[in-house]
């Protein structure tokens, strides 16, 4: 079964946390995931638009961009 991204990297942690995660780690781990997320959120926005009036009038890159993008 497919993950989210939070999910992936709660998976991760219990999987790494005997070995001791530094901050840096869970920091890295967390950037890498990103893309994911982000994926996840325009494709979610795209069934939405397709279920609903398709009539928004920007795009799903345009949707993230503006409610989600910030300098992570």
């Known amino acids: 079964m ?5 999910q992936e990297l709660i998976e991760w942690i219990d999987t790494f946390q005997p070995y001791g995660l530094s901050r840096a780690d ?3 781990k ?3 995931l990103i893309p ?4 996840i959120i325009e494709d979610a926005f795209v069934a939405g638009d ?3 009036t398709g009539e928004i ?3 799903a890159e345009q949707y993230f ?3 989600f ?3 992570s």
């Open 26 to 28: 869970v920091r890295h």
């Open 65 to 67: 961009t503006q409610n």
């Open 2 to 6: 497919a993950q989210t991204a939070l």
């Open 57 to 59: 009038p920007f795009n």
């Open 30 to 32: 967390s950037k890498s």
């Open 69 to 71: 993008n910030q300098n």
């Open 50 to 52: 397709e279920r609903g």
């Open 36 to 39: 994911k997320e982000r994926q």
